[in-house]
T-cell receptor
Framework: AQSVTQLDSHVSVSEGTPVLLRCNYSSSYSPSLFWYVQHPNKGLQLLLKYTSAATLVKGINGFEAEFKKSETSFHLTKPSAHMSDAAEYFCVVSEGSGYSTLTFGKGTMLLVSP | NAGVTQTPKFQVLKTGQSMTLQCAQDMNHNSMYWYRQDPGMGLRLIYYSASEGTTDKGEVPNGYNVSRLNKREFSLRLESAAPSQTSVYFC?????????????FGSGTQLSVL
């Protein structure tokens, strides 16, 4: 069975400093992994997706994530936070094809202070 | 290009009342989904429809019914609302070129059951 754990419920950073949002996963197969972002009162938007092509995945808005099989991790990073990055971020794992087999993490709220 | 449109955005019900949440997508996607989002829980799949005329249960289907009215529309019905169904509901659809499918979300319906 697949599962995903987001290690921090809240992360606070200052504008211009690096962002690190941590995610560990468990899967019996080679999973697909995703990061989604949710701004207040909005639906979720895909940031990036890993499907075994390359371990370092670049996404939108300067975010990237690295798949580390030995550590079962898929942490999300950004070199320099912007105020507009303040949102909730979800790490998602899928063992199957299609989107009916997604397991969502509980989310990490990113707070960005000026 | 509206994407995924959900109505209503907000709804308050009394226990035992019924209602239908509407969802429509204009991207010609085959697959559509209904999720619920509860604080600290991430998103959980209620029902999905892989194609017009088919529906399948997700992780938390009890208390809900769905109808895939046509390729564009996928509705979620609460026959007898309960306080445990207080949540934010998201409709989504998926599609795209093979190997590059993506999941698109509506902006959500905030439902309170008193």
């Amino acid at each position: 069975a697949q599962s995903v754990t987001q290690l921090d419920s809240h992360v606070s950073v200052s504008e211009g400093t690096p962002v690190l949002l941590r995610c560990n996963y468990s899967s019996s197969y080679s999973p697909s992994l995703f990061w989604y972002v949710q701004h207040p009162n909005k639906g979720l938007q895909l940031l990036l997706k890993y499907t075994s092509a390359a371990t370092l995945v670049k996404g939108i808005n300067g975010f990237e994530a690295e798949f580390k099989k030995s550590e079962t991790s898929f942490h999300l990073t950004k070199p320099s936070a912007h105020m507009s990055d303040a949102a909730e971020y979800f790490c998602v794992v899928s063992e199957g094809s299609g989107y009916s087999t997604l397991t969502f993490g509980k989310g990490t709220m990113l707070l960005v202070s000026p | 290009n509206a994407g995924v449109t959900q109505t209503p955005k907000f709804q308050v019900l009394k226990t035992g009342q019924s209602m239908t949440l509407q969802c429509a997508q204009d991207m010609n996607h085959n697959s559509m989904y209904w999720y619920r989002q509860d604080p600290g829980m991430g998103l959980r799949l209620i029902y999905y429809s892989a194609s017009e005329g088919t529906t399948d249960k997700g992780e938390v289907p009890n208390g809900y019914n769905v109808s895939r009215l046509n390729k564009r529309e996928f509705s979620l019905r609460l026959e007898s609302a309960a306080p445990s169904q207080t949540s934010v509901y998201f409709c989504a659809s998926s599609g795209g070129s093979p190997g590059n499918e993506k999941l698109f979300f509506g902006s959500g319906t905030q439902l309170s059951v008193l």
